[in-house]
C-alpha cells in the first residue's frame, strides 16, 4: 500500500509510562504532520515537520511530548511519563510539499489510552 | 486565534434529501479543505478549495468556498445512506497546519 501507516494500532500504558509512536508517511512527501482527536478538544494540531527545516512545535500539548524524523522519512512522536488525559487517537498526515495547497494524507492513527 | 466552526453538529436526514453543511471561519485563509470519517476509521480527503469562488463537485457532494465572506459550505443532494459519516472542514494556516473544525456527524434515514 502507498498511504500512510502508523503503528502501533492501539497502546494501553499505565500512567507514568512512557509510549513511541511510530507513522511512516508516503514516500516522496516532504512534509510529516502530527494531530491527535479527542472526544473533548476535537481534532488538534500537534506538531509539523518540513523536509530539513526546524519543526513547527507550536501545537505540542506540553513538554513531554517530543517528536523526531529520521531521514526526512519515519516520524516518532514520543509521550514521557503520560497522563490519563493524554488518551486520545494520535493521526499522523503527510503532504507532497509544505507550502501550503497541498492535501494532507492521514494514516489509521493509534488509539492511545491511558489507564 | 484561528476558529473554525460548523454548523450543524448533528444532522439526520431522510434519503434524497438536499441539506447544506456551514463552515465558518475567523481569519483570512484561502485554503480550505474537507474530509469525511467514517467511525473508528481515519480521515478521508474529498475537496480541497483554493481559491476565492473555487466550486468542487464529486457525486452527490458538491464544496464551495467564499473567502470574503470567511464560509464554505458542503451541501448534499439527495443524500443516500452510504453519505452517513462525519464530516470536517479544515482551514489552512501559514501554509501547513489545519485547524479543523467540530465536525457534522451525518445519519441518512431510509
Known amino acids: 500500500g502507498a498511504g500512510v501507516s502508523q503503528s502501533p494500532s492501539n497502546k494501553v500504558t499505565e500512567k507514568g509510562k512512557d509510549v513511541e509512536l511510530r507513522c511512516d508517511p508516503i514516500?516522496?512527501?516532504?512534509?510529516l504532520y502530527w494531530y491527535r482527536q479527542s472526544l473533548g478538544q476535537g481534532l488538534e494540531f500537534l506538531i509539523y515537520?518540513?523536509?530539513?527545516?526546524?519543526?513547527?512545535k507550536s501545537g505540542l500539548p506540553s513538554d513531554r511530548f517530543s517528536a523526531e524524523r529520521t531521514g526526512g522519512s519515519v516520524s516518532t512522536l514520543t509521550i514521557q511519563r503520560t497522563q490519563q488525559e493524554d488518551s486520545a487517537v494520535y493521526l499522523c498526515?503527510?503532504?507532497?510539499?509544505?507550502?501550503?495547497?497541498?492535501?494532507?494524507?492521514f494514516g489509521p492513527g493509534t488509539r492511545l489510552t491511558v489507564l | 486565534e484561528l476558529k473554525v466552526e460548523q454548523n450543524p453538529l448533528f444532522l439526520s436526514m431522510q434519503e434524497g434529501k438536499n441539506y447544506t453543511i456551514y463552515c465558518n471561519y475567523s481569519?483570512?485563509?484561502?485554503?480550505l479543505y474537507w474530509y469525511r470519517q467514517d467511525p473508528g476509521k481515519s480521515l478521508e480527503s474529498l475537496f480541497v478549495?483554493?481559491?476565492?469562488?473555487a466550486v468542487k463537485q464529486e457525486g452527490r457532494l458538491m464544496a464551495s468556498l467564499d473567502t470574503k465572506a470567511r464560509l464554505s459550505t458542503l451541501h448534499i443532494t439527495a443524500a443516500v445512506h452510504d453519505l452517513s459519516a462525519t464530516y470536517f472542514c479544515?482551514?489552512?494556516?501559514?501554509?501547513?497546519?489545519?485547524?479543523f473544525g467540530e465536525g457534522t456527524q451525518l445519519t441518512v434515514n431510509p
Open positions: 514516500s516522496g512527501h516532504t512534509a
Open positions: 498526515a503527510s503532504s507532497l510539499a509544505w507550502l501550503g495547497g497541498s492535501t494532507q494524507y
Open positions: 478549495l483554493l481559491s476565492n469562488g
Open positions: 515537520f518540513q523536509g530539513n527545516s526546524a519543526p513547527d
Open positions: 481569519t483570512t485563509s484561502d485554503r
Open positions: 479544515a482551514v489552512e494556516v501559514s501554509g501547513s497546519r489545519l485547524t
